[in-house]
């Protein structure tokens, strides 16, 4: 849990954490603007609240009580840098890679998570936790399908690698309702460059167009799929799909990847609907804004990176 936060700087001292995060990110001037979805805070977060159901879901729309849902939207001012937030450490093994199946609600890329060889730690987490699969989240148009938001601006897609805490669990299972159990880095996808190392995926989609039906990657490399710049955002929050546990450290890159038009297609040519059933496009599949609730006041994302001077207050 992060602690309470003062001007800009993190009482939070237990990590014994040391190094300065200097690298510097760029300001997003310049950046079109997407349209705005709803905001996190206000009578429109609590609309957002009661429509957080994907008919595609099987479990519960909402956590009784629960005070640590994402997705957010990141209000970059009220941000806070943490000197203490070291880069985080990303070691992953293109062998680990084992196949990608259509879950009815996205594509999954699994990973062999029986040994330590895939994973991360370092930067928010206290422990080493096991790469257990990625995926992405895409709207039916290029104007929606971020999960998380950046002072309202919206991404085409968002990408999430799932990792698990494998010091303090034994398996995913466990892990995803414990505490400190999930960290998950989300990447902002949007269009631009043809993304090579994507290209890989995109080709084999074909193949499990239909819920269910699962094709072989071979060797992949999940690193190829994040910025090169890692300044990221962290904060405590939650699965965005059931059961919904707050059990996430989020990981939230600032710069996102890019990829090509035609990629972005590609993914919206997938059904979330079975063999037999009537057709229904694997689109929109990302969940609505979540309240910061107290994150608000002490929780803010802590970030690895200083905002650039004109953003400081
Ligand atoms: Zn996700």
């Given at each position: 849990?992060?602690?309470?936060l003062?001007?800009?700087r993190?009482?939070?001292?237990?990590?014994?954490?040391s190094?300065?995060?200097?690298?510097?990110?760029?300001a997003?001037?310049?950046?079109?603007r997407?349209?705005?979805?709803c905001?996190?805070?206000?009578?429109?977060?609590?609309?957002?609240?009661?429509?957080?159901?994907?008919?595609?879901w099987?479990?519960?729309?909402?956590v009784?009580g629960?005070t640590r849902?994402?997705?957010?939207?990141?209000h970059?001012?009220?941000?806070?840098?943490?000197?203490?937030?070291?880069?985080?450490r990303?070691s992953?093994?293109?062998?680990s890679?084992?196949?990608?199946?259509?879950t009815?609600?996205?594509?999954?890329?699994?990973?062999d998570?029986?040994?330590?060889?895939?994973g991360?730690c370092?930067g928010?987490l206290?422990?080493h936790?096991r790469?257990k699969?990625?995926?992405?989240?895409?709207?039916a148009?290029?104007?929606r399908?971020s999960?998380?938001?950046?002072?309202?601006?919206v991404?085409?897609?968002?990408?999430?690698l799932?990792?698990?805490?494998?010091?303090?669990?034994?398996?995913?299972?466990?892990?995803?309702?414990g505490?400190n159990g999930?960290?998950?880095?989300?990447v902002?996808?949007k269009?631009g460059?043809?993304?090579?190392?994507?290209?890989?995926?995109?080709?084999v989609?074909p193949?499990i167009?239909l819920?269910?039906a699962?094709a072989a990657?071979?060797?992949?490399?999940?690193s190829c799929?994040l910025?090169?710049?890692r300044d990221?955002?962290?904060?405590?929050?939650?699965?965005t799909?059931?059961?919904?546990?707050?059990?996430?450290?989020?990981?939230?890159q600032?710069r996102?990847?890019?990829?090509?038009?035609d990629?972005?297609?590609?993914?919206?040519?997938?059904?979330?609907?079975a063999?037999?059933?009537?057709?229904r496009s694997?689109?929109?599949n990302?969940?609505p804004?979540?309240?910061?609730?107290n994150?608000?006041?002490?929780?803010?994302p802590?970030?690895?990176?200083r905002?650039p001077?004109?953003?400081m207050s």
């Amino acid at each position: 849990m992060l602690g309470t936060l003062v001007l800009g700087r993190s009482l939070r001292n237990a990590s014994g954490f040391s190094a300065s995060v200097t690298q510097l990110w760029g300001a997003p001037r310049g950046h079109p603007r997407r349209p705005e979805r709803c905001c996190s805070q206000g009578p429109c977060a609590q609309r957002n609240r009661s429509d957080a159901w994907h008919p595609l879901w099987k479990g519960p729309a909402s956590v009784p009580g629960g005070t640590r849902q994402s997705p957010v939207n990141i209000h970059w001012r009220d941000s806070v840098y943490d000197p203490q937030l070291q880069p985080l450490r990303v070691s992953y093994a293109a062998a680990s890679c084992l196949h990608v199946w259509n879950t009815g609600y996205f594509f999954q890329v699994e990973f062999d998570d029986s040994a330590e060889e895939s994973g991360i730690c370092g930067g928010p987490l206290e422990n080493h936790y096991r790469l257990k699969q990625f995926h992405f989240h895409w709207g039916a148009t290029d104007e929606r399908g971020s999960e998380h938001t950046v002072d309202g601006r919206v991404y085409p897609a968002e990408l999430h690698l799932v990792h698990w805490n494998s010091v303090k669990y034994r398996n995913y299972t466990d892990a995803v309702v414990g505490e400190n159990g999930v960290a998950v880095i989300g990447v902002f996808v949007k269009l631009g460059a043809r993304h090579e190392e994507l290209q890989k995926l995109v080709r084999v989609l074909p193949e499990i167009k239909l819920k269910g039906a699962r094709a072989a990657v071979g060797p992949f490399q999940p690193s190829c799929l994040l910025p090169a710049c890692r300044d990221y955002w962290t904060y405590p929050g939650s699965l965005t799909t059931p059961p919904l546990s707050e059990s996430v450290t989020w990981i939230v890159q600032k710069r996102p990847i890019e990829v090509a038009q035609d990629q972005l297609a590609a993914f919206r040519t997938l059904l979330s609907s079975a063999l037999g059933e009537e057709e229904r496009s694997m689109v929109d599949n990302y969940r609505p804004l979540q309240p910061l609730m107290n994150r608000k006041r002490d929780g803010n994302p802590h970030a690895s990176s200083r905002p650039p001077d004109s953003w400081m207050s």
